[in-house]
């Protein structure tokens, strides 16, 4: 098991009289001091507008943004810098990419085809490309345990322009077949997005290896800040897309009616930069790198194991998705029947466990698996065996705190 | 709040269980959905309104402990009463909540429902408790303006 405890000084904190157990990975995760150090010797000492200025702070604000994005680039093995876009978080990305993407390259007749599991930011912003384009969004429903079907896969037909979907489902907890749906989208002729919030923090991802056109995640779930996340896509692709934002720097000549526009990646990033979100994203993939892929998976996996044996023991509990540790990642949502999710993570809150309630943002399939909410905990790499004992522990409580006999 | 037994009271559970007032109404003259987005609580609230007077009340739909007694409390509380004195009652509720209203005598109208003061120590927990009121206060003030 990794040793990394005394790495996060939030983990010292003590909840209602109990040690904070953090649960809720998935939502967000906490950061190291190498991190917060690194964002605060930024603005301690190199804090500039980058890209912008002729004096030193600028400079090396640049030069820190600059290395971020190379970072980024050697870590999900792009084939070139200028294919990392900076964004806030994942959903911005997606949002990027269906507006300057899809409602400029769909029409009526195509179809986007999609997981029923996905997160909002993967689904609502198909739903405006259908509305504007005329497209149609097309599901993928999944077998009772979360596995995909044939059917699901023949659903990627010839009238396909778009299969896009998580790598790791933020409910189900499920890798997907990720190589399988990209071929089969390449093989129809349609574009491959892949939504790593959930992935890239727990796993290799390698966009060449994938072969995906776009992939999307999420900065502070891997222990960088919040509002800096990453868009990769293909050079072709992106540039042959509308920018997004406008304004700053994302501009060549501007004219008093006509602008060209800058080259990748600077096309995509208007307004001042969020130089210490790069900052603190580069020093979490450094972190990361350091601890190596095999470790983190294999104490992640430790903690799946603990949970799900235990969970099994809690009556009246039930697991979305698939009960198999060897298909199931950091992530285990669940229902206990009688107790709603929020009493029932109020209820843990009060012995320090810090879990998450409530819909996941995926509402649609909370709705057609008839769990219009249920509870989620989410591991990362300081999480322990004795904290997935506890959590068991106190979870068997909750019924009889909701007057129950078991 | 350290000790749960005192969020999840007797008072607060029994209401939870209770089906007595949830059902849909066989004849309303007025219908409001309450959700809170971000957490999914969902009710749908009927009165039948009849010369001022809430003849009979119901909600459907579901949500956390807290949202369904704090439901089942309110209906019991407002059935039979005017839609005046309802109305009263729910922004004393509501006072009670914001804690602009603390002293247990001013509170005493609100009968059961006094049991959910403590929620205001609770911020998460606070719009679970609100939801099934402020529909209510939402649905009359819609029906006037029809």
Same mark, same amino acid.
Request: proline share 3%.
């Given at each position: 098991?990794?040793?990394?405890? *005394?790495?996060?000084?939030?983990?010292?904190?003590?909840?209602?009289?109990?040690?904070?157990?953090?649960?809720?990975?998935?939502?967000?995760?906490?950061?190291?001091?190498?991190?917060?150090? $690194?964002?605060? =010797?930024?603005?301690?000492?190199?804090?500039?507008?980058?890209?912008?200025?002729?004096?030193?702070?600028?400079?090396?604000?640049?030069?820190?943004?600059?290395?971020?994005?190379?970072?980024?680039?050697?870590?999900?093995?792009?084939?070139?810098?200028?294919?990392? /876009?900076?964004?806030?978080?994942?959903?911005?990305?997606?949002?990027?990419?269906?507006?300057?993407?899809?409602?400029?390259?769909?029409?009526?007749?195509?179809? /986007?085809?999609?997981?029923?599991?996905?997160?909002?930011?993967?689904?609502?912003? @198909? +739903?405006?490309?259908?509305?504007?384009?005329?497209?149609?969004?097309?599901?993928?429903?999944?077998?009772?345990?979360?596995?995909?079907?044939?059917?699901?896969?023949?659903? /990627?037909?010839?009238?396909?322009?778009?299969?896009?979907?998580?790598?790791?489902?933020?409910?189900?907890?499920?890798?997907?077949? $990720?190589?399988?749906?990209?071929? *089969?989208? %390449?093989?129809?002729?349609?574009?491959?997005?892949?939504?790593?919030?959930?992935?890239?923090?727990?796993?290799?991802?390698?966009? +060449?290896?994938?072969?995906?056109?776009?992939?999307?995640?999420?900065?502070?779930?891997?222990?960088?800040?919040?509002?800096?996340?990453? !868009?990769?896509?293909?050079?072709?692709?992106?540039?042959?897309?509308?920018?997004?934002?406008?304004?700053?720097?994302?501009?060549?000549?501007? +004219?008093?009616?006509?602008?060209?526009?800058?080259?990748?990646?600077?096309?995509?990033?208007?307004?001042?930069?969020?130089?210490?979100?790069?900052?603190?994203?580069?020093?979490? /993939?450094?972190?990361?790198?350091?601890?190596? @892929?095999?470790? !983190?998976?294999?104490?992640? %996996?430790?903690?799946?194991?603990?949970?799900? $044996?235990?969970?099994?023991?809690?009556?009246?509990?039930?697991?979305?998705?698939?009960?198999?540790? =060897?298909?199931?990642?950091?992530?285990?949502?669940?229902?206990?029947?009688?107790?709603?999710?929020? =009493?029932? $993570?109020?209820?843990?809150?009060?012995?320090?466990?810090?879990?998450?309630?409530?819909? %996941?943002?995926? +509402?649609?399939?909370?709705?057609?698996? %008839?769990?219009?909410?249920?509870?989620?905990?989410?591991?990362?790499?300081?999480?322990?065996?004795?904290?997935?004992?506890?959590?068991?522990?106190?979870?068997?409580?909750?019924?009889?705190?909701?007057?129950?006999?078991? | 709040?350290?000790?749960?037994?005192?969020?999840?009271?007797?008072?607060?559970?029994?209401?939870?269980?209770?089906?007595?007032? #949830?059902?849909?109404?066989?004849?309303?003259?007025?219908?409001?959905?309450?959700?809170?987005?971000?957490?999914?609580?969902?009710?749908?609230?009927?009165?039948?309104?009849?010369?001022?007077?809430?003849?009979?009340?119901?909600?459907?739909?579901?949500?956390?402990?807290?949202?369904?007694?704090?439901?089942?409390?309110?209906?019991?509380?407002?059935?039979? #009463?005017?839609?005046?004195?309802?109305?009263?009652?729910?922004?004393?509720?509501?006072?009670?909540? #914001?804690?602009?209203?603390?002293?247990?005598?001013?509170?005493?109208?609100?009968?059961?429902?006094?049991?959910?003061?403590?929620?205001?120590?609770?911020?998460?927990?606070?719009?679970?408790?609100?939801?099934?009121?402020?529909?209510?206060?939402?649905?009359?003030?819609?029906?006037?303006?029809?």
């Amino acid at each position: 098991m990794l040793n990394v405890r *005394k790495d996060f000084p939030i983990l010292t904190k003590v909840h209602n009289g109990h040690p904070l157990v953090y649960l809720d990975n998935a939502a967000t995760t906490q950061k190291p001091y190498q991190v917060i150090h $690194a964002i605060v =010797d930024l603005l301690e000492h190199h804090n500039g507008n980058p890209h912008r200025g002729a004096h030193i702070l600028s400079v090396e604000a640049s030069v820190a943004y600059d290395e971020a994005r190379e970072a980024v680039c050697r870590f999900i093995n792009a084939a070139h810098t200028e294919e990392v /876009i900076f964004v806030r978080n994942a959903t911005e990305g997606m949002n990027l990419i269906t507006r300057s993407y899809a409602e400029t390259h769909l029409k009526k007749g195509d179809k /986007i085809v999609i997981p029923i599991s996905e997160h909002h930011a993967n689904l609502v912003t @198909w +739903q405006r490309v259908c509305r504007v384009t005329g497209a149609e969004l097309v599901y993928m429903y999944l077998d009772e345990t979360g596995h995909f079907t044939e059917d699901d896969f023949a659903k /990627i037909d010839g009238k396909t322009k778009i299969v896009s979907f998580a790598g790791i489902s933020n409910v189900l907890g499920m890798k997907v077949p $990720a190589k399988k749906l990209i071929e *089969k989208a %390449h093989a129809v002729g349609a574009v491959a997005i892949y939504d790593g919030a959930q992935s890239v923090p727990h796993m290799k991802v390698d966009v +060449q290896d994938l072969d995906c056109d776009f992939m999307v995640f999420s900065g502070h779930k891997m222990m960088g800040s919040a509002g800096t996340g990453v !868009i990769y896509g293909k050079r072709d692709l992106l540039n042959d897309m509308e920018p997004f934002l406008l304004g700053g720097d994302m501009i060549e000549y501007v +004219q008093e009616q006509t602008t060209t526009f800058n080259v990748l990646p600077f096309k995509f990033e208007a307004g001042t930069e969020n130089v210490e979100g790069a900052v603190a994203l580069h020093a979490a /993939i450094d972190y990361l790198n350091t601890l190596g @892929w095999d470790a !983190i998976e294999a104490h992640e %996996h430790e903690l799946v194991v603990r949970a799900l $044996a235990g969970m099994k023991n809690v009556p009246h509990l039930h697991i979305i998705g698939s009960t198999d540790p =060897d298909e199931k990642t950091g992530v285990i949502a669940f229902t206990l029947d009688g107790v709603h999710p929020h =009493d029932v $993570a109020t209820i843990l809150d009060s012995y320090g466990i810090a879990i998450r309630s409530g819909h %996941h943002c995926a +509402q649609p399939f909370g709705a057609h698996i %008839h769990a219009e909410a249920s509870n989620r905990i989410s591991f990362y790499i300081y999480n322990t065996v004795d904290e997935v004992d506890y959590f068991i522990e106190k979870l068997k409580l909750v019924r009889k705190q909701m007057g129950y006999a078991d | 709040m350290e000790n749960m037994s005192e969020l999840y009271s007797d008072i607060i559970l029994e209401h939870n269980q209770c089906q007595e007032n #949830k059902h849909t109404l066989p004849t309303c003259t007025l219908e409001e959905r309450g959700h809170n987005p971000s957490c999914g609580d969902d009710i749908t609230l009927q009165a039948d309104i009849e010369d001022g007077m809430i003849k009979d009340a119901a909600y459907t739909g579901h949500g956390c402990a807290i949202s369904q007694a704090s439901a089942d409390i309110m209906i019991d509380l407002i059935k039979g #009463k005017s839609v005046e004195e309802a109305l009263r009652l729910v922004d004393l509720f509501l006072e009670m909540i #914001k804690r602009e209203v603390t002293d247990d005598d001013a509170l005493e109208d609100l009968e059961d429902a006094i049991a959910l003061k403590n929620i205001s120590n609770m911020p998460a927990r606070v719009k679970c408790a609100v939801l099934a009121w402020h529909t209510l206060k939402d649905a009359i003030e819609k029906g006037r303006n029809k």
